[in-house]
């Protein structure tokens, strides 16, 4: 059990090789990001220009989760569409007409392009621009894709956050933008941090509802909170904003790195920090070493999924005594996982891409104690007897800043107690 982490490594990741694979892999597509932005985003409907397919992916992912009106649906292309009989970019647009009289609520509407429409190459930025000059001010309509062709699913939200930023409104302020759209919780958890460090002017990307103000320019500095965001981190550099390079607010450790180099860069100094962060810290520590009880020492295995691999890798060896065999990634992008790769110890292989049966020999080879996977991988090696972990929940789940370090490490902690208690059984 590891109650304090331990310095930073003489030797960390940022410079060790990278296995890079390009072959078959085992991913959901960016549509199921629509899951958790729609509740994120509570004025906003995500309309998918998509097959059945798409319609029954987003149904069957969201289904448990459909409590209210829904705020998300799918235009359907039909044979006609596909083999191009019909004109589909009026029937789209007659659509969204149709949607917006029934729908008053709704005051950002997505145009979420599929497979089927990029292979149509239906021009959904068109559609977007047309029906937002026709609904404005009341509208706004933005496009993106969520096409699972050469993606990853958590792409899905780093695409909508990036179509969102050329239409924020442009500013000179000094100001502080957390990007990536977290549970209400977390979030407002770190809101309340920043605010007693000292740092006034906070705006969150995705906002709550489109009415919150969310501006850019030279003087906004951005501090992202997932991983995956590096296509809204270059179209932020574009508006002249300046991203904070910094560990991922997972964990104590990185909580603590995140906002000490949020403070730096608006000139707070370390003192102050570490007054307010003092008690929060503490519990943070106290709770994660109650779960690494399970975790110490045991190995672990990550395949490329999520694209939070490489900072959960860094929390789960050094703050939970875990030892990692390899951490593989759909994409590494070093400006944003960098200071996570510095803090994870030389050791394990950092792996890029996939192909997914040479990665499989690796693993069952490796036999490791817990194996983060995607829902399709998960399955078959829970059959041949390895402990598994899904990715996916770590999206829908609150796990970032301290407030959830313990809850973070109790998702790893759980599946290996319930593979102990179904061996004790077998056993008896
Ligand atoms: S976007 Fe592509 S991968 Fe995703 S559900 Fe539709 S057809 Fe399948």
């Not at 080879?365 to 983060?372: E, N």
Request: hydrophobic share 45%; with cysteine; aromatic share 6%.
């Amino acid at each position: 059990m590891t109650a304090h982490t331990p310095p930073p490594p003489a030797m960390g990741c940022r410079n060790a090789p990278v296995l890079k694979e390009r072959g078959q892999h085992e991913v959901f597509c960016g549509l199921t990001g629509i899951i958790w932005l729609h509740r994120k985003m509570q004025d906003a409907f995500f309309l998918v220009v998509g097959s059945r397919t798409c319609a029954h992916l987003l149904q069957s992912a969201a289904g448990v989760m459909i409590f209210a009106e829904p705020r998300f649906g799918t235009a359907i292309l039909e044979e006609g569409d596909l083999a191009g009989l019909a004109d589909a970019q009026e029937e789209l647009e007659r659509e969204v007409d149709r949607l917006l009289a029934r729908r008053s609520d709704i005051r950002q509407l997505f145009l979420v392009g599929s497979c089927p429409s990029e292979v149509i190459k239906l021009d959904l930025s068109r559609a977007a621009e047309r029906l937002s000059a026709k609904y404005a001010p009341r509208v706004r309509v933005l496009n993106y894709s969520g096409s699972g062709i050469e993606t990853t699913f958590t792409e899905g939200e780093d695409a909508c956050l990036a179509a969102m930023v050329p239409a924020l409104p442009a500013s000179d302020e000094r100001q502080l933008m957390m990007v990536g759209a977290l549970p209400d919780v977390a979030e407002d958890q770190a809101l309340d941090l920043l605010a007693q460090i000292g740092i006034d002017k906070v705006s969150v990307l995705p906002a709550r509802n489109a009415d919150t103000e969310v501006s850019v320019g030279p003087n906004t500095s951005f501090a992202l909170t997932q991983a995956f965001l590096g296509g809204t981190h270059a179209a932020l550099e574009r508006r002249g904003a300046r991203h904070i390079p910094a560990p991922f607010p997972f964990g104590e450790e990185g909580t603590t790195a995140w906002l000490r180099a949020v403070a730096r860069d608006f000139g707070i100094d370390q003192a102050r920090v570490d007054a307010v962060i003092d008690a929060p810290r503490a519990r943070a520590r106290k709770a994660v070493a109650k779960a690494a009880e399970t975790l110490s020492g045991k190995s672990l295995f990550f395949f490329p999924d999520s694209q939070m691999e490489i900072p959960l890798a860094r929390f789960l060896t050094r703050e939970c005594g875990m030892r990692a065999v390899e951490v593989g990634a759909p994409y590494i992008h070093k400006t944003l996982v960098g200071p996570d790769l510095e803090l994870l110890a030389e050791g394990p292989v950092i792996s890029e891409g996939q192909d997914v049966e040479m990665q499989l020999d690796r693993c069952r080879a490796a036999q490791p104690d817990l194996t983060v996977c995607g829902l399709g991988l998960a399955n078959p090696l829970e059959a041949e007897g390895l402990c598994t972990k899904w990715a996916i929940e770590l999206v829908f789940t609150p796990v970032h800043f301290y407030e959830q370090a313990g809850d973070l490490a109790s998702l790893f902690a759980r599946p290996l107690r319930r593979h102990d208690l179904l061996k004790l059984e077998a056993a008896e």
